[in-house]
């Protein structure tokens, strides 16, 4: 490698190292040794040569995460990086397209998407029991099955203006006209 390059991959190698946290820091700590790192990179940004941008872009990027670096340091229990949430989405996704054949996401998944992946992600952290599903307040669950049926109806009336907008027309005018008319 020539020189700039060993110089810039030592700097965010060393950084990695430190954010790997090996040796179990405080997240005070963590922050002070990442500033001094950051810091000393700017001073010698000019010793990486054909890097010095690359560098430029990469201080301008871990300010941008600064507030949120350090808390998976402060809060027990909380992944360092968004990988497993990022592959409950990716596996959503895949569920979805291999379901309906699409290779982009099915119209089904604006209605109910927001419910498609939180019971994905429900479910592969504990198992859901026929218990469990049975609705607790069966009024309030005939009210959610009543709305959603409204938005479906909406959906389904966009389908059928979209396909053939006479016909579509024609249709509700001539349902209009029935309404109005005496029995």
Sequence with gaps: MWPDVQTAY???HQLAQVLANDERRSADELRQWVTVLLTELAD???????LAEAL???RKVTDSYWPGLFACYTIPGLPRTNNDLEQ???????????ISGRKVAAPGMVVRGAVRVVAAVATRVQPVTTAQLRPLDLEAW???RRELEQRHQA???QLRFRRDPARYLAQTEEALVK???PT
């Design 56 to 58: 430029t872009h990469f």
């Design 142 to 144: 005939r009210t959610l």
């Design 155 to 157: 959906r389904r009336a």
């Design 88 to 98: 409950f989405f990716g596996a959503a996704r895949y569920h979805e397209r291999r």
């Design 10 to 12: 030592g700097w965010v």
């Design 179 to 181: 309404l109005t008319l």
């Design 44 to 50: 010698q940004q000019t010793a990486a040569g054909s």
